[in-house]
């Protein structure tokens, strides 16, 4: 197959909202400094949902969503040397060049070599894009398009990993486990002893509570409006939980009544605004930190008095939890072959990639953290 094209099975989302349509897609062979990747499994994340919904500034349609996979390497383009035909692979939305001015700041893992094309869901080389459908082409998402039998990524947007990893199961280190712990490890660096409050208890806010508690916080408070997620959350190391609806006061004055003046350490893994300030106002006098994770549709903003951040709170805000992608993520699947990490406790279900409608219907369900679609 290699320098041609392959016709394989790709969920296309024709339209914002639409349901995905399972359709005979045509992939052309990667370009220079390309990587065609055969995806074996795939998660959904409620990124994914958020862009679907048409709620994206960089949603573009007809496209091919999906950013949780692991993967095969098919063939290569020109000039690819990192990785060659058979190795096991991760595709990483957030790239790492190790080149631009992003890559060699030492102060972040963001990289600018290829992000101008992947907003707009394209490739580097000839802004255009390798998926067609009988001659139409069918934009990118995020540089990764892994709702696909076979993706075409950038070289720099691919981490090689250790072979033997179990391929439906490290699929997730490709973004909810690491974004929420690097969010603590990176972003936050939490101390021993640190009061965390976590809000969404999600895979992503579990992860973040899974994070904090080998931190060695003292107390990991949860904050979701679904009472069951207790149960679940207490095995990733949530030590209390808070149900908003359950209180007339505003949440955050809840938390700092129950701390002593509030947390050290916020995280909002929800994606709404309004949790934010509340993130951010639950955080103690003088130190208490907030770290925005969820991603909040267009047209949001964030608001609080300035006073909050005068008075010391801090806002942050992290991309896949500050992980340089390609260096850290076979590091991550080394921590979870060695048990240092939890991966399976987050999958909740099964299914295959002609059933993705029915895994986004499950992403709405309070049972569901992480659905794996074998592809
Ligand atoms: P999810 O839908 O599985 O989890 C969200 C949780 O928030 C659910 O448990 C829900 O019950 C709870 N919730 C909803 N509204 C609430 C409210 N008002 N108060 C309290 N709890 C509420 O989502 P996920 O896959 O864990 O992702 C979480 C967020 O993180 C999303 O916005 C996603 O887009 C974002 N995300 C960001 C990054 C990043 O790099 N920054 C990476 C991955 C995901
Ligand atoms: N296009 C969106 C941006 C969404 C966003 O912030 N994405 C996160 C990753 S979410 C993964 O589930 C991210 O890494 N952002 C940094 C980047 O470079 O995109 C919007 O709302 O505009
Ligand atoms: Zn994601």
Redo the contacts with the bound molecule.
């Keep these: 197959t290699q320098g041609q094209v392959i016709t394989c099975k790709a969920a296309v989302a024709w339209e914002a909202n639409k349901p995905l349509v399972i359709e005979d897609v045509q992939v052309a062979p990667p370009q220079a400094g390309e990587v065609r990747v055969k995806i074996l499994f795939t998660a959904l994340?409620?990124?994914d949902a958020?862009t679907w919904s048409g709620k994206d500034p960089e949603g573009l349609f007809p496209c091919i969503l999906g950013h949780e996979a692991a993967g095969v390497v098919e063939s290569v383009g020109e000039g690819v040397t990192e990785v060659q035909p058979g190795d096991h692979v991760i595709p990483c939305y957030q790239a790492e060049c190790r080149e631009c001015k992003f890559c060699k700041s030492g102060k972040t893992n963001l990289c600018g070599k290829v992000r101008a094309a992947t907003g707009v869901g394209v490739m580097m080389n000839d802004r255009k894009s390798r998926f067609s459908v009988n001659g139409k082409p069918i934009y990118h998402f995020m540089g990764t398009s892994t709702f696909s039998q076979y993706t075409v990524v950038h070289d720099v947007s691919v981490a090689k990993i250790n072979p033997q990893a179990p391929l439906e199961k490290v699929c997730l280190l490709g973004?909810?486990v690491p974004?929420g712990l690097g969010a603590v490890w990176n972003t936050a660096k939490v101390e021993e002893g640190s009061i965390v409050a976590v809000?969404?208890?999600?895979?992503?806010?579990l992860a973040v509570a899974e994070g904090a508690k080998t931190a060695g916080a003292s107390r990991i408070i949860g904050?979701?409006?679904?009472s069951k997620?207790y149960d679940v959350a207490k095995n990733f190391g949530v030590t209390e939980f808070i149900n908003?609806k359950d209180h007339d006061k505003p949440i955050q004055q809840v938390i700092v009544d129950q701390t002593d003046g509030g947390v050290d350490y916020s995280f909002e893994?929800?994606?709404?605004v309004s949790?934010m300030r509340a993130a951010l106002e639950c955080c103690h006098k003088g130190w208490g930190t907030s770290v925005i994770?969820?991603?909040a549709a267009s047209g949001q903003e964030i608001s609080t008095r300035p006073f909050q951040l005068v008075t010391g709170r801090v806002w942050k805000g992290?991309?896949?939890?500050g992980f340089k992608s390609r260096s850290q993520v076979p590091w991550l699947v080394e921590k979870y072959m060695n048990k240092e990490i939890k991966v399976d406790e987050y999958i909740t279900h099964s299914l295959t990639l002609p059933e993705i409608n029915k895994a986004f219907d499950l992403?709405h369900e309070?049972g569901c953290?992480r659905c794996v679609l074998s592809v």
């Design positions: 994340c409620h990124t958020y973004c909810g974004t809000f969404g208890l999600g895979t992503v806010g904050i979701d409006i679904d997620k908003p893994c929800i994606g709404n949790v994770v969820g991603v992290t991309a896949f939890g992403m309070g953290l």
